[in-house]
C-alpha cells in the first residue's frame, strides 16, 4: 500500500497529515489482499473562490488497483472533515464495484451452465 499525499498550496500540519492518511487508509482493507498493490494518491488545496468562502479545503483521493481508479473528492472547513466525507464515498464506490464483479462471475457460470444443458 503507497500513500502520496499532495498539498501545493495548503499549509498541512504533521498531525492533521497524519489523521487525513489513517482517516482515507480504511477504505483500503476493503481490498483484501490486493490492498498491498493499491496505490492512494491525496491531494487537498484551496477551495475554489466561487462562493465557498465558508469551506476553504478541497481534497482529492483516487485509488489505483489493477487499472481500476476508485475517485472521490469533497470540499469541507478542514483536511480532517473532507477525509471523513471523501472516505465514506470511497467505501461506497469500492462496494458498488465489488459486487457488480461477484454477480458477473454468478451470471457467466450459470450461463454456462445453461450451456452445458442444452447439449444433453
Known sequence: MN???????????????????????????LLGKESERALLEIEIEHAPPEGRSSEPCR?????????DV????AVKPS??????RVRSELEAEIRRSRGKTRRLIRA??????RMLRFRR
Open 3 to 29: 500513500i502520496t499525499i499532495r498539498a501545493p498550496r495548503y499549509e498541512l500540519s504533521p498531525e492533521s497529515e497524519a489523521r487525513v492518511k489513517e482517516k482515507l487508509a480504511a477504505p483500503l482493507r
Open 59 to 67: 481534497l482529492v483521493a483516487r485509488i489505483i488497483i489493477d487499472g
Open 70 to 73: 476508485f475517485h472521490a473528492e
Open 79 to 84: 483536511p480532517e472533515s473532507a477525509a471523513d
Open 108 to 113: 457467466g457460470g450459470a450461463a454456462f451452465k
